[in-house]
């Protein structure tokens, strides 16, 4: 079976076989036990563990599965449906930083009725591990957004959910037409969160910015407010957030001592197609 990828040495194209994935070059790739292959060469890993940790990838997971941000899956899900509609698109939906494959996963399962393949890729093994257990019937592969191992204009829809931005690669491996969705937080994401971790908080920056080869279709607002009543909730939720590697002590111990915290979640999707 040919995959959605391409090998990350030469740029061939590369064939599923049992636990292995091959170009015709002679490069080979072994597909893990979970599902996933890893196409992150070794001189395009910036440390011996990119991406994120185990903790992480542990804490968003557990945080996740509890439902609270599902507007924002449902809305992807929905504007993905509709982008499935444009005519003569590639039908594959890319999921660029998929994490553990919690937005994927629900991607796939409204996609494939509609004929679409779905890949996703992220830096961090940890998530990958956990994203390819998750997804069957996706590819998952342990990537740089950077060096995407996808042919040119191969996606039709490509998601990036609080991932790092790589909009060059995003425009080639996006067909013309094909549709962008990318997720930022809005300008009170987390406020509650934020009111305990820092004396003076700061609201999120908003701004449509133009990118070469794109234009925008709309900006989606979504916004949904819930109540952790578990302390583990709430530290899964802080262990999942940048705020967790820059946070004073002083911010922590507070948290700690919450036993209930209700919480604005504010997202917005930029809904943008390629030119």
């Given amino acids: 079976m040919e995959s959605l990828f391409f090998c990350p040495i030469c740029a061939a194209a590369l064939t599923r076989e049992g636990a292995v994935c091959r170009c015709e070059a002679g490069h080979s790739f072994d597909i893990a036990r979970e ?42 899900c929905k504007l993905s449906l509709e982008a499935a509609e444009a005519p003569a698109l590639p039908p594959v939906l890319l999921d660029a930083g998929c ?76 067909a013309p037409g094909g549709a962008f969705l990318y997720v930022v937080p809005g300008p009170r994401h987390l406020w509650e969160l934020k009111e305990i971790l820092y004396e003076n908080p700061y609201e999120n920056p908003e701004k449509a910015e133009e990118y070469p080869g ?14 952790l009543s578990d302390p583990a909730q709430i530290r899964a939720l802080f262990a999942m957030t940048p705020y967790a590697w820059k946070t004073p002590k002083a911010g922590v111990a507070r948290l700690s001592a919450l036993s209930e915290l209700t919480v604005t979640a504010q997202f917005r999707i930029h809904v943008l197609r390629r030119l």
Wanted: proline share 7%; net charge positive; hydrophobic share 40%.
């Fill in 214 to 227: 794109f234009c925008y279709q709309s900006i989606v607002p979504v916004e949904t407010v819930f109540t």
């Fill in 35 to 76: 599902g996933y292959v890893n196409l992150l060469p070794a001189n395009r890993q910036h440390s011996k563990a990119p991406g994120d940790d185990k903790t992480m990838a542990s804490a968003r997971t557990a945080f996740l599965e509890g439902g609270w941000y599902s507007p924002l899956r449902d809305e992807l």
């Fill in 99 to 174: 994490g553990e494959g919690w937005y994927t996963q629900k991607l796939l399962e409204v996609l494939s009725p509609k004929g679409f393949r779905v890949c996703g890729v992220d830096l961090s093994k940890p998530s990958v591990k956990r994203a390819a257990k998750r997804c069957k019937g996706a590819e998952i592969a342990v990537a740089s957004l950077y060096h995407l191992p996808i042919p040119d204009e191969k996606v039709g829809i490509l998601v990036n959910c609080f991932s790092p931005l790589a909009i060059d690669e995003f425009r080639r491996v996006l």
